[in-house]
């Protein structure tokens, strides 16, 4: 131990012994003296070990561990007012090691050291009973006792103790408990508000400070921030900050005012004694950054109501916040930018902060701080929320690459605002196709992978907002977009599932994209959605109509449908009716398989391959001895002047030209290395050809009931001419089908080639080459080989009524018995039609 501690011991009856010195190096002693029946001992044992634990932290451990405490707690009770005393001094000592703390805790201490709160103690008990109440505080456990047995109230009493040590632990004491909501509540009802203005005034700058902080924790209560401004609060805070001496009392006292301005009778109140004005200029002057920071927070609170902001854009607000912007401080960058936000709902402050601070804004997203990069974008976006002007703005402040930059930031705010801002850009065209020259849509990939609902959700909204390009479609299927697109249309997020059903929507606007996200399971997903009535929206609705119309071949393999608006264009494939849930291969998986004995997969294509023309016409060079350079090419075929259906004499007037031109084409082939190209679909030169004549024969003819009759006839007289009902079981169309799949070696068949067709060869034809010369119609497939088509025909008026304009009527086409006979929908011989 080092240090003797020394006592004095009077005998009880002084017939036995006179006074006796009792003198101890070893504090163990000392702690066997507390449990001593004599006062005196008691009392002397006690301000020893007070004095011993002063000394430090490890003295305080080696009294716990001689088990000093457990005897203190009862002696703070004992009758004796100078034991108590004692008792109390070395008990607040002692708590401000944890470990004490700890075993206080267990013991629950706190009733006895309210009751030594009381007026007839004495104040040396009032200090060192607040104190260890004050350090208790820290722990949510001590302050729930506290609470609950009644320690508020004393304490308050307190705060107009004549003791300023007293004062500061009972302050203390109150601003750790009142970080609880039920404290808060109390400490109103108890009218605690005097009695810390008047702390306000104190001589003693720390008791000043925590009044200030407990003032700041409890006006966060609206009902409280009443009670202040009926104190005149507000003048006793303006005092301060007023004050240049108290300058280290500042911020806190801002914090307050931050606080009470959430209330337009305080804001107004303010602003007609001139406290706004005072408060603008006093943040604008101020070199401390805490001081502009909370002045900034303190607009930021007060610009959450409209009137509040309104009072603030008069006091031109937006002056003072740009000019913090310049602060070479991030707490403050970031504050400022927050307040900007909040301004932002003032359609008038928008406007003002779009000159000056937008560039400032922008300068900001480049910041090393994640956080002022966050506040930074969180205030673009406000500002280019239904603002063209400002969406301009920041393009020519070169925001854009900077914004762009930020769509890969540490935090999500960031990112999620950033998104925000590009999206609000792109309402204007010029801007969005500047920012897509920038690669948006390769940058935005990484946020529609984020695990953030928020970041997902305004991804996507950027998704939708600049997919209306076909380029940047591409740009998005070429940089992996759409798998990312596709796995949050399974979000449960309701925001984040419906802004992906609207991105889906307008990224369906192309076969290539819609096939590709079918591809990734999009449509069975929708489909599931709108199965849901919970989770099924508008969107989604539209958005697996949208990827059907834009992918037509899975739409008729799937609906067995397609409608008047369903125009068939080249690459389109018949695969035949698949189940809900499977995927339709594409057509060059489809072409690649080996023959097998399923039906035929029909084709329609007359988009002639861009790379097989170019080599055909060189090869045409290389014949007539011309020298070029020869393109890779895998495979040759025929000049589109052939015309196989012209009869046989016109076939073998060309063949020997046709052989000899293939003669040579080997022989090139040899001297030339070739690259493998990509797969194409084979050309269909004879549906060419019948789209041609369609076009020169039927398109002239003067009603669409004349054109829908003669198409129909030109169907049926190319794929094998009319059938008797009763002889359809002769008409031996699958055999046919067979061989141009054997002489083709390919699952894949241009409808072209087929010369013998059923019902659904028929109609399918009719759709291709109506959709080519104008005349809308229908295609419905039925059951097994049955399929037909419907057009709308206006009926003659009635016989004597002229001018009368009919209700277009729907017809069912006969392509198989009877060609070019219109049966109405509905009726006994259409249904006779449609059936086996």
Excluded at 20 to 38: D, F, G, H, W, Y
Excluded at 368 to 388: G, H, I, R, S, Y
Excluded at 710 to 738: C, R, T
Aim: charged share 25%; with cysteine.
């Amino acid at each position: 131990m080092g240090k003797k501690i020394k006592k004095e011991v009077e005998p009880p009856p002084k017939d036995v012994f006179d006074t006796l010195s009792i003198e101890s190096k070893k504090a163990a002693t000392v702690v066997l003296m507390l449990n001593s029946p004599e006062e005196e001992v008691l009392a002397k044992a006690c301000d020893a070990i007070y004095k011993f634990a002063s000394k430090g932290d490890e003295n305080k451990v080696t009294l716990l561990n001689l088990g000093a405490v457990e005897p203190l707690f009862k002696l703070i009770s004992h009758e004796d007012p100078i034991v108590r005393k004692n008792a109390t001094m070395a008990f607040g000592i002692m708590a401000s090691n944890s470990d004490v703390k700890k075993l206080l805790r267990e013991l629950d201490v706190t009733n006895s050291l309210i009751a030594r709160l009381v007026p007839e103690e004495d104040v040396i008990i009032h200090e060192f009973a607040s104190l260890c109440l004050a350090r208790m505080a820290v722990e949510y456990t001590s302050k729930v006792q506290i609470f609950e047995q009644g320690g508020l109230e004393p304490l308050i009493r307190l705060l107009s103790s004549p003791d300023p040590d007293v004062k500061k632990n009972s302050v203390e004491c109150i601003y750790r408990l009142v970080q609880d909501f039920q404290s808060r509540a109390a400490v109103r009802e108890l009218n605690v508000i005097p009695p810390l203005l008047e702390l306000l005034k104190s001589e003693y700058p720390v008791i000043q400070l925590l009044a200030l902080k407990t003032l700041g924790v409890i006006s966060n209560d609206k009902e409280t921030r009443i009670i202040l401004r009926e104190n005149q609060g507000l003048e006793h805070l303006f005092k301060i900050l007023e004050t240049k001496e108290f300058n280290d009392l500042h911020v806190e006292a801002l914090a307050v005012v931050a606080n009470c301005l959430e209330d337009v009778d305080t804001m107004q109140l303010i602003q007609q004694t001139g406290g706004l004005k005072k408060l603008l200029s006093f943040a604008e002057t101020s070199t401390i950054p805490d001081i502009q920071k909370n002045a900034a927070k303190a607009i930021s609170k007060a610009a959450y109501d409209s009137e509040n902001r309104k009072i603030l854009h008069e006091q031109e607000v937006e002056k003072c916040l740009i000019n913090l912007l310049g602060t070479d401080n991030d707490g403050v960058k970031t504050a400022v930018s927050q307040a900007i936000s909040a301004m932002c709902e003032n359609l008038a402050s928008k406007d003002a902060f779009g000159i000056q601070g937008i560039p400032q804004l922008v300068q900001l997203l480049s910041s090393d701080n994640e956080e002022v990069k966050e506040a930074a974008a969180m205030a673009l976006a406000n500002l280019t929320t239904a603002n063209p002007g400002n969406a301009s703005s920041v393009a020519e402040a070169e925001g854009i690459e900077p914004l762009i930059n930020v769509l890969s930031a540490k935090r999500d705010g960031a990112v999620a605002n950033a998104a925000i801002v590009l999206t609000n850009m792109a309402t204007q065209e010029p801007l969005r196709l500047s920012i897509q020259s920038h690669g948006i849509m390769n940058a935005i990939g990484e946020p529609l992978q984020s695990t953030n609902s928020q970041v997902q959700s305004k991804a996507v909204l950027t998704v939708a907002a600049f997919g209306c390009d076909a380029d940047a479609r591409t740009e998005l299927r070429n940089a992996g977009g759409l798998e990312p697109l596709v796995k949050l249309l399974h979000s449960r997020n309701e925001e984040v599932r419906r802004n992906a059903c609207w991105a889906a929507v307008v990224c369906a606007s192309d076969e290539l994209t819609a096939v590709e996200l079918c591809r990734l399971g999009a449509l069975d997903i929708l489909e599931e959605i709108n199965l849901s009535m919970g989770r099924r929206n508008h969107f989604s609705e539209r958005a697996l109509d949208k990827l059907l119309d834009n992918n037509l071949s899975q739409k008729y393999s799937q609906m067995g449908y397609l409608s008047f608006s369903n125009i068939i264009t080249d690459s389109f494939y018949d695969y035949g009716q698949v189940k809900p849930g499977v995927k339709l291969l594409s057509l060059e998986e489809l072409s690649t398989q080996e023959l097998n004995d399923r039906r035929a997969v029909i084709l329609v294509n007359i988009k002639p391959p861009e790379v097989a023309i170019t080599v055909e016409e060189k090869l045409q060079d290389l014949v007539y001895g011309r020298a070029v350079n020869l393109s890779p090419s895998s495979s040759f075929r025929k000049s589109s002047k052939e015309k196989t259906r012209k009869g046989k004499g016109k076939k073998e007037e060309e063949k020997p030209k046709e052989e000899e031109e293939f003669q040579i084409a080997p022989k090139i082939q040899e001297e030339v290395t070739l690259e493998k190209l990509p797969w194409l679909p084979p050309f269909d030169f004879i549906l060419l050809d019948y789209i041609k004549d369609a076009s020169k024969t039927i398109l002239p003819l003067a009603t669409t009931k004349e054109q829908v009759v003669a198409l129909a006839q030109f169907v049926a007289g190319n794929m094998g001419g009319p059938i008797e009902k009763d002889k359809l079981h002769d008409f031996s169309w699958e055999l046919h089908i067979s061989e141009i799949k054997f002489e083709q070696k390919c699952n894949v068949i241009p409808i072209g080639k087929i010369k013998k067709g059923t019902f659904y060869h028929r109609a399918l034809l009719f759709k291709v080459i109506a959709d080519r010369i104008g005349i809308g119609c229908t295609l419905v497939r039925g059951e097994y080989t049955r399929a037909w088509n419907e057009v709308k025909l206006v009926d003659d008026s009635p016989q004597g009524i002229t001018g009368l304009l009919l209700p277009p009527q729907v017809y069912v086409i006969d392509l198989m018995y009877q060609p070019g006979c219109l049966m109405k929908q509905g009726s006994a011989e259409a249904d006779h039609y449609k059936l086996i």
